[in-house]
């Protein structure tokens, strides 16, 4: 389902005719959709306004220098007094699909209903949301598995709020769509269960689609499981709608009613590929040496307005030279993804620019084309764009051969993106040709405060780490894998 995709407003929902609150001016506004974006964050539908700004209510916000927000503690205060058997973390084994030459995309199993019913899911750390094909859905796939309402003794129709969803890109997750796909879906609230014993009967709003394009269709996961920074979200209803905006994300509704679990997920990808998990509400050391991880924290304003998890990068090297990305130009859409610009060409006077960590993209995507440039001219020459969507690549033996270690410094920490990943397969179409594992965004990716570009790091980097993410403090760390 994930792939190519737009830092601020890669997935936009339409509300079936609605305004959306303006939450920069308190405001509504018709949402802007473009046909030349690329759709893919189901985050961006609750803020798909051109500044990226996002409603954070005070009380949901992290303190500055980290902490638990008053939110999360109230509620889970309560849970502790309610609790009678503790449970831990839970692992969640992940399964792979390749699409092309190298696993970039991995999925697990959760249950939603009473009694359960499975369902496989992307968990996904650049969305908010959790997204089901209805038991009603005759284009979904014939191979996913569909919600049954009427077979779930705990299901509830409400919020009963219609939302489009658009994504950028069909299955498989690494070639953009010249369309965006589109699900059809209904906020709606039933049980959440993960694991075999543990977080079960956890109540959750969640979006049941009833429409899949056939790019959503063919993709191996049954639907998408969003991991998102903070623990409140808004649906987009107008000012006047009675029903309330706000609701718990899943992965933040487990922790308020799990007492022994932390704010805190890791992924670890064995580098046999054996062994995959995810872990919740902690991490499992057994996977990774713990000395060795390097903390980064995170842009806590950009990941507040983004509802991501968003962090400064300082520098991008190849053959242990930093690329110059200084002194480009890029001339920009009259609305660009994150920022209304001028008319006249935006000047780079260095390198700091800010990425999305995004365990549900399949590559990675540079701010635009320039950058996409810069990076692939200091690799070699011979890489160049496949189409007019931000795909680049070259012959087959060619990209093999000039494929190379890039690394990215984030913080005070270096993570590389390995060069045996650096090549995804042979590009539809092209024969002979294949696809190297960062594009670029066709509207310039800025963000709100700075206007400083942003990128998304997606598997191909994060797959050769064990990462752990922890909300309470705000940051995310990479440890060798074992």
Same mark, same amino acid.
């Given at each position: 389902?994930?792939?190519?995709?737009?830092?601020?407003?890669?997935?936009?929902?339409?509300?079936?005719?609605?305004?959306?609150?303006?939450?920069?001016?308190?405001?509504?506004?018709?949402?802007?959709?473009?046909?030349?974006?690329?759709?893919?964050?189901?985050?961006?539908?609750?803020?798909?306004?051109?500044?990226?700004?996002?409603?954070?209510?005070?009380?949901?916000?992290?303190?500055?220098?980290?902490?638990?927000?008053?939110?999360?503690?109230?509620?889970?205060?309560?849970?502790?007094?309610?609790?009678?058997?503790?449970?831990?973390?839970?692992?969640?084994?992940?399964?792979?699909?390749?699409?092309?030459?190298?696993?970039?995309?991995? =999925?697990?199993?959760?249950?939603? #209903?009473?009694?359960?019913?499975? $369902? *496989?899911?992307?968990?996904? %750390?650049?969305? +908010?949301? /959790?997204?089901?094909?209805? =038991?009603?859905?005759?284009?979904? #796939?014939?191979?996913?598995?569909? $919600? *049954?309402?009427?077979?779930? %003794?705990?299901? +509830?129709? /409400?919020?009963?709020?219609?939302?489009?969803?658009?994504?950028?890109?069909?299955?498989?997750?690494?070639?953009?769509?010249?369309?965006?796909?589109?699900?059809?879906?209904?906020?709606?609230?039933?049980?959440?269960?993960?694991?075999?014993?543990?977080?079960?009967?956890?109540?959750?709003?969640?979006?049941?689609?009833?429409?899949?394009?056939?790019?959503?269709?063919?993709?191996?996961?049954?639907?998408?499981?969003?991991?998102?920074?903070?623990?409140?979200?808004?649906?987009?209803?107008?000012?006047?709608?009675?029903?309330?905006?706000?609701?718990?994300?899943?992965?933040?509704?487990?922790?308020?009613?799990?007492?022994?679990?932390?704010?805190?997920?890791?992924?670890?990808?064995?580098?046999?590929?054996?062994?995959?998990?995810?872990?919740?509400?902690?991490?499992?050391?057994?996977?990774?040496?713990?000395?060795?991880?390097?903390?980064?924290?995170?842009?806590?304003?950009?990941?507040?307005?983004?509802?991501?998890?968003?962090?400064?990068?300082?520098?991008?090297?190849?053959?242990?030279?930093?690329?110059?990305?200084?002194?480009?130009?890029?001339?920009?859409?009259?609305?660009?993804?994150?920022?209304?610009?001028?008319?006249?060409?935006?000047?780079?006077?260095?390198?700091?620019?800010?990425?999305?960590?995004?365990?549900?993209?399949?590559?990675?995507?540079?701010?635009?084309?320039?950058?996409?440039?810069?990076?692939?001219?200091?690799?070699?020459?011979?890489?160049?764009?496949?189409?007019?969507?931000?795909?680049?690549?070259?012959?087959?033996?060619?990209?093999?051969?000039?494929?190379?270690?890039?690394?990215?410094?984030?913080?005070?920490?270096?993570?590389?993106?390995?060069?045996?990943?650096?090549?995804?397969?042979?590009?539809?179409?092209?024969?002979?040709?294949?696809?190297?594992?960062?594009?670029?965004?066709?509207?310039?990716?800025?963000?709100?405060?700075?206007?400083?570009?942003?990128?998304?790091?997606?598997?191909?980097?994060?797959?050769?780490?064990?990462?752990?993410?922890?909300?309470?403090?705000?940051?995310?760390?990479?440890?060798?894998?074992?």
């Amino acid at each position: 389902m994930k792939g190519l995709l737009c830092w601020a407003t890669a997935c936009a929902v339409v509300c079936h005719g609605a305004v959306l609150l303006n939450p920069l001016t308190s405001d509504t506004r018709p949402v802007p959709v473009s046909p030349q974006q690329h759709f893919d964050h189901p985050a961006a539908l609750l803020n798909p306004l051109s500044g990226g700004r996002r409603p954070v209510p005070p009380h949901s916000r992290l303190p500055r220098g980290g902490g638990e927000p008053d939110s999360h503690r109230g509620v889970k205060s309560r849970c502790r007094e309610k609790a009678s058997h503790p449970l831990g973390p839970v692992n969640i084994p992940l399964s792979s699909w390749r699409p092309g030459s190298v696993d970039l995309q991995w =999925s697990g199993e959760i249950s939603v #209903g009473t009694p359960p019913q499975k $369902f *496989n899911v992307v968990f996904d %750390t650049g969305s +908010s949301v /959790l997204i089901l094909p209805r =038991s009603n859905c005759t284009t979904c #796939g014939a191979q996913h598995n569909l $919600f *049954n309402p009427s077979s779930s %003794t705990s299901f +509830s129709p /409400l919020p009963n709020l219609s939302a489009d969803m658009q994504f950028g890109n069909s299955g498989g997750g690494t070639v953009p769509s010249p369309n965006p796909q589109i699900a059809n879906c209904t906020a709606v609230t039933d049980t959440l269960s993960i694991g075999t014993t543990a977080a079960r009967g956890v109540q959750q709003q969640f979006l049941l689609c009833d429409h899949y394009s056939e790019g959503l269709a063919t993709q191996q996961a049954d639907g998408l499981f969003g991991l998102s920074f903070l623990p409140v979200e808004y649906w987009p209803v107008p000012p006047s709608a009675s029903v309330p905006a706000n609701f718990s994300t899943a992965f933040w509704n487990l922790v308020n009613s799990n007492p022994a679990w932390s704010p805190t997920f890791s992924f670890s990808f064995s580098p046999d590929g054996e062994k995959n998990q995810l872990t919740l509400g902690g991490t499992d050391t057994s996977l990774y040496d713990p000395p060795t991880v390097q903390t980064v924290p995170l842009d806590k304003e950009l990941s507040e307005m983004r509802n991501g998890w968003v962090v400064n990068l300082i520098h991008v090297s190849v053959h242990g030279r930093s690329v110059e990305f200084t002194n480009s130009t890029n001339p920009l859409p009259p609305r660009s993804l994150f920022h209304q610009f001028p008319d006249e060409e935006e000047q780079e006077k260095d390198i700091d620019h800010v990425a999305l960590l995004d365990t549900g993209s399949a590559i990675s995507v540079a701010p635009d084309n320039r950058t996409a440039g810069a990076l692939y001219a200091a690799i070699s020459p011979l890489i160049q764009p496949l189409d007019d969507l931000g795909s680049w690549g070259a012959p087959c033996e060619v990209l093999d051969r000039v494929a190379t270690d890039v690394t990215f410094t984030i913080g005070d920490a270096e993570i590389v993106l390995d060069r045996k990943y650096f090549n995804v397969g042979e590009f539809p179409g092209q024969p002979g040709v294949c696809q190297a594992v960062i594009s670029h965004s066709v509207q310039a990716a800025r963000e709100p405060l700075r206007q400083r570009p942003a990128w998304i790091i997606g598997n191909a980097v994060l797959r050769g780490y064990s990462s752990v993410w922890d909300g309470k403090e705000g940051t995310v760390g990479f440890g060798e894998l074992v």
